[in-house]
């Protein structure tokens, strides 16, 4: 049977490279029955509402979630990304945001485990004195031990079935309640995978390592304000912000799973077929993981590291290369 499938295009850029993404599952011979979900800045702007509870609700019932971006100049920042993808990642428990990163040239093969439901993201916040020379704005952090164990777990888990390397990032140093819990569990959960070996970076320090020696990472586990900062980074080191893909896990399966590109809604070349689909498409990639169509999903990944080859201007390929957004959805599926 079609695995059922909620389409969010969204903003910008979004509804492009998702296009390209169901072009190449289909190409790949996965049938999906997909429902497009009209949510985004359009929207908003049109009717006031972001993401309607029952709309939520409808999501509940599908195998998985395929999201392209969401955010638009046009609206105020964070009413569609908290109202939207926050109120998704949150409302269905998806606390693992896995985000790969591959490079073979310098080495890369890292998976990044950002914890997806708390810290910053989650934190109360506030002002005193609005608008006055004496304003104060507050941000306040959530770090539950259950919310922290239960993403740690999963990177010890992944790195044994990986390399067995596992590094805590965060900020010991500077945060010494959250980050003081955050070491503190994963010392303990540690105990439970003696063949996984472990290190700790302060999230300053990653960053040199990622741009000087991101070789040395196997699996990395942190908290979500550093891990969205890193996957950026980290795709601006592995072949481009174009190419980092992401899933939004509830590794429970209590409910479904979301599948986006790392990154935003690119307003800035939106509609001139400038965006490279392959972030999208790799994304659906771990979609298909999680659909038990892996064997699909490993030809998606093959065929896009050899378009990824044919776009590097650095790269050796020779012959035409594709270079709007559709032709290198094309190239894709005509490699499957
Ligand atoms: P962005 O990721 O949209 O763009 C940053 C830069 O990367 C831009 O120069 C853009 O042109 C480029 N870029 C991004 N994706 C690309 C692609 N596939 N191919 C080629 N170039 C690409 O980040 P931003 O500009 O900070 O944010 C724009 C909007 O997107 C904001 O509203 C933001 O909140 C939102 N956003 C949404 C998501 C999401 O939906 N998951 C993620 C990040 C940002
Ligand atoms: C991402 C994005 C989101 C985040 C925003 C749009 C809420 O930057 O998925 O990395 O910060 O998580
Ligand atoms: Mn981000």
């Given amino acids: 049977m079609a695995h059922q499938v909620a389409v969010i295009g969204g903003d910008g850029i979004g509804p492009e490279v ?62 569609i990304e908290r109202g939207l993808l926050l109120k998704m990642r949150f409302a269905l428990d998806q606390y693992v945001n896995q985000r790969p990163f591959t490079e073979p040239a310098k080495g890369i093969d890292m998976v990044v485990i950002r914890e997806n439901t708390e810290g910053t993201y989650a934190g109360e916040g506030g002002f005193l004195r609005h608008g006055t020379p004496h304003e104060v704005a507050t941000q306040g952090s959530v770090n539950t031990r259950m919310g922290v164990e239960r993403c740690v777990r999963y990177a010890f888990d992944l790195a044994q079935q990986r390399r067995g390397h596992l590094t805590l990032v965060h900020k010991t140093n500077v945060l010494t309640y959250a980050g003081d819990l955050w070491q503190r569990t994963f010392d303990e959960v540690a105990a439970e995978f003696p063949d996984v070996e472990t290190a700790y970076n302060h999230v300053d320090a990653a960053c040199i390592y990622f741009v000087q020696d991101p070789g040395r990472y196997d699996v990395i586990v942190t908290d979500n304000l550093f891990g969205d900062i890193l996957t950026d980074l980290g795709g601006a080191v592995s072949g481009g912000i174009g190419l980092a893909s992401s899933g939004n896990l509830n590794p429970d399966r209590t409910s479904p799973s979301m599948f986006e590109p790392v990154h935003g809604s690119a ?67 005509d490699l499957l």
Wanted: with cysteine; glycine share 10%.
């Fill in 18 to 79: 998702v296009a390209e993404a169901l072009k190449v599952v289909a190409a790949a011979g996965v049938e999906l029955a997909t429902t497009d979900f009209e949510l985004g800045g359009a929207r908003y702007l049109r009717d006031g509402t972001v993401l309607p509870d029952e709309v939520l609700d409808e999501l509940r019932a599908f195998d998985a979630i395929l999201l392209g971006a969401v955010g638009t100049p046009e609206v105020p920042p964070g009413v």
């Fill in 267 to 333: 307003p800035d070349i939106a509609g001139q077929k400038k965006a490279n689909p392959l972030a999208a498409i790799l994304s659906a990639a771990l979609m298909l993981d999680l659909l038990d169509e892996g064997a699909a999903a490993d030809r998606i990944r093959t065929a896009c590291a050899a378009v990824a080859a044919q776009l590097d201007p650095s790269g050796a390929s020779d012959g035409p290369r594709p270079t709007t957004t559709p032709e290198i959805g094309d190239a894709v599926a």
